[in-house]
């Protein structure tokens, strides 16, 4: 039998991949979308949250993931709010790209000074 530690783990990973899809779907949604209308934003949140009910939500502690998070629950409330379309393309594809450069910063580190480094080698 597997231990609950390894069962939570399963669990926490199929929340996150959920919260992943979910995300990149209204994203691609909104991208790759010409006439965007409030009932087919609408139509796309709640095909997209049947994925996402279907996992239970567990507490994540990680940064940006904790942000992914967030970056949902501000899409699902979008679809009941009375803001205009482009408005709330510009803000969820704003949020994407911050919390995808987050990402992406923690990964590639410039190393400032590169010849510096070695000096000490000589």
Do not use: C
């Not at 796309?44 to 970056?71: A, C, M, P, T, W």
């Amino acid at each position: 039998m597997a231990s609950q530690k390894a069962i939570d783990n399963a669990q926490r990973l199929r929340y996150i991949r959920a919260l992943e899809r979910f995300h990149n779907s209204v994203v691609s949604y909104l991208l790759n979308t010409p006439e965007l209308t409030r009932t087919g934003y609408n139509k796309k949140i709640e095909n997209s949250l049947k994925v996402l009910k279907r996992v239970q939500e567990i507490s994540l502690y990680k940064g940006e993931l904790q942000d992914l998070q967030k970056l949902v629950t501000k899409m699902i409330g979008f679809k009941d709010s009375d803001k205009d379309m482009d408005d709330i393309k510009e803000e969820i594809l704003y949020s994407s790209n911050q919390l995808d450069k987050s990402k992406n910063a923690r990964r590639y580190k410039k190393d400032k000074h590169t010849q510096s480094k070695y000096e000490d080698w000589e």
